[in-house]
């Protein structure tokens, strides 16, 4: 007992420890060991300050003395020179290894935005590339166009819509957003990289759900962590568009109408419509689902028509016009039998409704008799029975699961991953039960769940679960008479 009391009093004889706010910027106290009453701080604002700490409080406090460090061309002599080095010195100490790559980063990725000539590049839109089918072209993966962007699981990916520069972007499980521009650029041709042919910045804490480009000089990102951003490419800077309040994950996104009008699907079965035409951003929420919305897509000509696809095993359609905060109904439900991964309008007429479901099955839904329906038409919407394709969707938990996209260059055509062996990306027409073109390559050998078209060139980029982009890029071959006059001997016989 008695040595507990002689802990106990030691203990409270020590002085507590208060803390004080001295200065906006980090500093080195030293105490006078004559007077206890007075210490002296050391600031990165270039000021020495005496205290007295019997003065000192939690608001704002005054010093005894305030001694501003002298410049060189105050005739300071070599007394400057010394506080030049102690400057310096406190400045290292002060800059951890996180603070130092930080830096080193923002240094490189601000090299990467110049290389790109955004700032000087003409920024037009450009008219949107109509190509027929793509019968003639092959595509081929070089050693070169496979890259290490980002460090954990891919979840989206884009392509910057420029045709003279080559730009992938990618997003992953933590929140990182990577520009990737390949060595080797359009048609080939070498692009200058000086060295740095990634850009890696993290906007997000979760996800990033979806990319978009709604022009050659910003990128719309999304994430799981609440939050829509906007990248300016000619600043290299992330700024915040909308952040949901109730801290709805946010699961994907698309412009509806105009790029100044969002889309959003949240894991709270919302949807959400983000107004950014007023100064002041205005929402409007949806509950359209009981369950989590995986992805959220508009009619490309109805733009009323919107649809959804939900862990609650359906993909319904909607009528934006007559959706309210209260109860909706769905113009049309379509059940599936498992969790949908995402339900996306083909390009161009919105002919075509394709839907991945963890049933391990691809539904294309002919959807062309929308463009028929009137709007004082209240009848129930019948859809026919949708062309289903069997494949395996199982990705399990260390994969993203995998996303159908179609090619905005051609009407009817999508990109899917495959879980097959050996390694390989599905090209399908809708209707079809059967891919038109599989790509392989030796220097493929992963599930790439997320594949998507560039919007005017031959190309198609892919991104695997350990952060790795692959582009795919494609050449018109030639056919010759003899290929044609076979072909049409095996379709007569």
Not at 72 to 94: K, L, N
Not at 277 to 306: G, M, W
Not at 414 to 427: D, K, L, N, S, T
């Amino acid at each position: 007992m008695a040595r507990k009391r002689a802990q106990l009093a030691a203990r409270l004889s020590q002085p507590q420890r208060k803390s004080q706010r001295l200065a906006g910027n980090s500093v080195k106290v030293q105490q006078d060991e004559r007077f206890q009453c007075c210490i002296a701080t050391a600031s990165l604002d270039s000021t020495v300050c005496l205290w007295d700490a019997r003065t000192m409080s939690s608001n704002e406090n005054t010093p005894l003395v305030t001694l501003p460090r002298q410049d060189e061309d105050s005739g300071s002599g070599s007394g400057s020179g010394s506080g030049s080095d102690a400057e310096a010195e406190v400045e290292a100490v002060e800059i951890t290894e996180y603070e130092r790559k930080r830096r080193e980063n923002i240094q490189r990725n601000l090299a990467f935005m110049q290389q790109m000539g955004v700032s000087t590049a003409k920024i037009l839109a450009q008219e949107d590339t109509v190509l027929e089918d793509d019968d003639g072209v092959e595509y081929s993966l070089a050693d070169e166009d496979v890259t290490k962007a980002v460090q954990e699981r891919i979840y989206s990916v884009a392509f910057l819509p420029r045709t003279d520069r080559l730009v992938v972007a990618c997003g992953d499980k933590v929140g990182h957003v990577a520009l990737w521009s390949p060595a080797n650029g359009v048609n080939g041709m070498k692009q200058e990289n000086s060295g740095l042919p990634v850009a890696l910045f993290r906007p997000h804490n979760l996800p990033v759900g979806q990319l978009i480009f709604p022009d050659s000089a910003k990128l719309l990102s999304t994430s799981f962590d609440s939050t829509v951003k906007e990248f300016d490419l000619r600043a290299a800077e992330f700024s915040v568009v909308y952040e949901a309040d109730d801290n709805a994950g946010i699961t994907s996104m698309v412009t509806a109408g105009t790029p100044q009008c969002l889309y959003i699907s949240c894991d709270d079965g919302t949807v959400r419509l983000i107004d950014r035409r007023a100064p002041k951003v205005k929402t409007s929420n949806y509950l359209l689902h009981e369950k989590k919305i995986n992805t959220v897509h508009q009619h490309p000509t109805l733009d009323f028509c919107i649809a959804t696809a939900s862990l609650d095993r359906t993909v319904c359609l909607w009528d934006a016009r007559k959706i309210s905060s209260k109860k909706n109904t769905p113009l049309v439900t379509l059940p599936h039998y498992r969790s949908i991964n995402c339900a996306y309008f083909s390009p161009r007429d919105g002919a075509w409704l394709v839907t991945v479901g963890q049933d391990s099955y691809i539904d294309m839904f002919d959807t062309s008799s929308l463009a028929d329906r009137k709007p004082s038409d209240k009848s129930a919407i019948e859809l026919p029975k949708p062309t289903r394709v069997r494949h395996n969707n199982m990705t399990g938990r260390w994969l993203t699961k995998l996303h159908a996209s179609w090619d905005p260059k051609r009407p009817n055509q999508f990109v899917i991953g495959c879980m097959e062996h050996p390694r390989r990306v599905q090209i399908f027409r809708a209707g079809r039960h059967r891919p038109v073109r599989e790509l392989k390559s030796d220097n493929f050998a992963s599930v790439h769940s997320i594949n998507v078209f560039h919007p005017h060139l031959e190309l198609i980029a892919g991104g695997n679960s350990s952060g790795r982009l692959a582009l795919w890029r494609g050449e018109k071959k030639e056919v010759k008479d003899e290929d044609v006059k076979n072909v049409k001997t095996e379709k007569v016989s």
